[in-house]
């Protein structure tokens, strides 16, 4: 799969540029459950191939999606602006402004994704197939950062789970870990960190198969721009931000608790579970309350809710736990 071969792309993935900047307009002014009851008039967006020989897909291409019931609602969107240059992606610097400046030297393709560990299996997946595995649904989010600032973020993807299904995993794989891409010469503002990289992530399983935990490809009806998690990441809304690996390149199955990038940086501050909980406080920043970007200043300080707002799907994985022990 080369992108200078359009025919391998799955071009009912993608639809033409002035469809998706209608698209685009329509999905910024939602600030409401609207999405849902407009989204049927988006079906019948055409087809078109977009790509001129590169190692990189355009940004700004459109990716055909369907709504999902899982969706949040009601929350105003988070502006494109906001979402694509105020980044935490350290691999290409750490000011926030940085990623949206430096990404633009990621690869995206070819992409694959190594499935490995314990599966029946080890497997490679092209990024192109995993677009079509599943039909892409649009899933807004709240995205709450351990640092304190929130968003509501309209991704595009399918659960993790349809994956995770097409692996394969075996009985004693009770763990899910995520690596990210690394290659410090393209990446090379990661030496501003002491981070020891690929920076990776992991989850329980039964958290990995939870509905919610998005593979995800793109956001607004485009795929991800490459500061974003370009071509694609994890998305797992009722956790802190840094549990959701960017550009992933491997899936691996384990049967111990993996050894993740920021838990093994400071295990006090960085729960291997992060789940957002405004009564456990991090040792750096309260997680009472948050500042909601993007809105006026006099409305942008609300209170997290406990795992994020999503207790109803997600409370009963952690039932019995002691959430403040298991941070
Ligand atoms: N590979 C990689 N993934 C990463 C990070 C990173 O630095 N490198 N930062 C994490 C953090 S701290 C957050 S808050 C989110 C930010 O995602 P966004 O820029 O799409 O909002 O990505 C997470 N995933
Ligand atoms: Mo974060």
Redesign the pocket.
Known sequence: MLIGKPSDFPSSAITPKEQYLNRRRFLRGAVSGVVTAGAAALGAEQLADVFAPRTRVQAGTRLQTVQSPLTTTGEQLTSYQD?TTF?????FGVPKDQPAKNAGVLPTRPWTVAVTGKVKQPKTFDIDALLKLRPLEDRIYR?R?VEGWS?VIPWVGYSLSEFINQCEPLPSAKYVQFV?YYDRKVEKWSNQTSIYWP?NEGLRMDEAMNPLTLLTFGLYGEVLPN???APVRIVVPWKY??K????IVEVRFVSDMPRTTWNTMAPSMYGFYSNVNPNVDNPAWSQRTERRLGLPFYAQRRTTLLFNGYGDQVASLYKGMDLRWNH
């Open positions: 979402i980044n935490n992606f350290y691999e995205h950062c968003m990210s920076y500061q974003n998690g931000g840094y959701s690996a960017k550009s």
